[in-house]
């Protein structure tokens, strides 16, 4: 059995990461960022405050928040960065297979480029790619979500929000973000909405070729109308729509997805050797 902590079991992100994994065929210490206060300690999951004692014999340590750093030195396993702001300096996770031999840290990649990858899966004839990535504000765990609350709550106040948690407002916006570097033509738009990303994409056939489905892979489920952020954050499966034009060269894949499932949990089994 895969013996884990998971630093950060506090927060929204490891509360789920916890759970994920004492799903599968793991053993999970839940520990904090630092001390706990008596309520910190109360609740259905019961973390308990980082030592190096509690981190001997493990497998692996996966960050879902930042704890002092120090705690890490020395440890012999493999460390996982699953932070919003990972070490940018660390390996990235692989888009497909486990845990690359010979290497002790990986940090996380974002949900986009974990379902970018499926692309090819998903599609017969796949050529040009374009289009727009509506992203909630799920991808930045409680930070995200207490920040909406709270934006939302000073609009309806009629009082300015403050932008301090999300760094943006984003309380009744949409927020066009230019493509960064390495998303081609993909433009991000921030919604205000807590949970389930859009991605809205025009595609073009290969010359020669048309636009098909294929099969959907495992957690992938072919929809028959576009999902909402609604339908998305209710499932567990990635829904796909597809609508082809008469002479099949061109379509508009929509592609509704968790992005704590398909960035985090997902890749996390993964490269860990714990998926079906």
């Known amino acids: 059995m ?4 998971v630093i950060g079991a506090q927060t929204l992100l490891g509360r789920e990461l916890v759970g994920a994994l004492e799903a599968r065929d793991a053993s999970v210490v839940p520990l904090s960022i630092g001390a706990l206060t008596v ?23 996966i960050l879902a928040d930042t704890p002092d750093m120090a705690l890490l030195e020395g440890f012999p396993g493999r460390i996982l960065d699953l932070r919003s702001e990972p070490e940018a300096r660390v390996t990235p996770m692989p888009l497909a297979g486990p845990w690359p031999k010979g290497v002790k840290s990986l940090r996380g990649r974002p949900a986009l ?16 790619v374009g289009g727009t990535h509506l992203r909630s504000v799920a991808w930045m765990g409680d930070r995200g979500l207490d920040g909406l609350v709270e934006q939302t709550l000073a609009v309806l106040n009629g009082e300015d929000p403050d932008l301090a948690k999300l760094g943006y407002r984003q309380a009744f916006e949409v927020v066009p973000v230019a493509p960064g570097a390495g998303k081609g033509r993909l433009l991000e738009i921030r919604v205000p909405s807590f949970h389930g990303d859009l991605l809205v994409l025009q595609i073009r056939a290969t010359e020669g070729q048309s636009l098909a489905k294929n099969e959907a892979p495992a957690g992938v489920s072919w929809v028959d109308a ?9 499932s567990a499966d990635l829904l796909a729509h597809l609508d082809v034009a008469p002479d099949g060269k061109a379509g508009m894949l929509t592609l509704g997805f968790d992005p704590v499932l398909w960035g985090i949990l997902r890749p996390t089994m993964r490269v860990l050797g714990l998926m079906d």
């Open 113 to 128: 480029e974990q379902v970018l990858a499926l692309l090819p899966t998903l599609l017969k004839g796949l050529g040009d």
């Open 226 to 234: 576009p999902p909402s952020s609604r339908d998305v954050a209710v």
């Open 39 to 61: 309520e910190e300690e109360v609740g259905d999951l019961v973390v308990f405050a980082p030592t190096p004692l509690l981190l001997e014999g493990l497998d692996a340590v």
């Open 2 to 5: 895969l013996k884990l902590a």
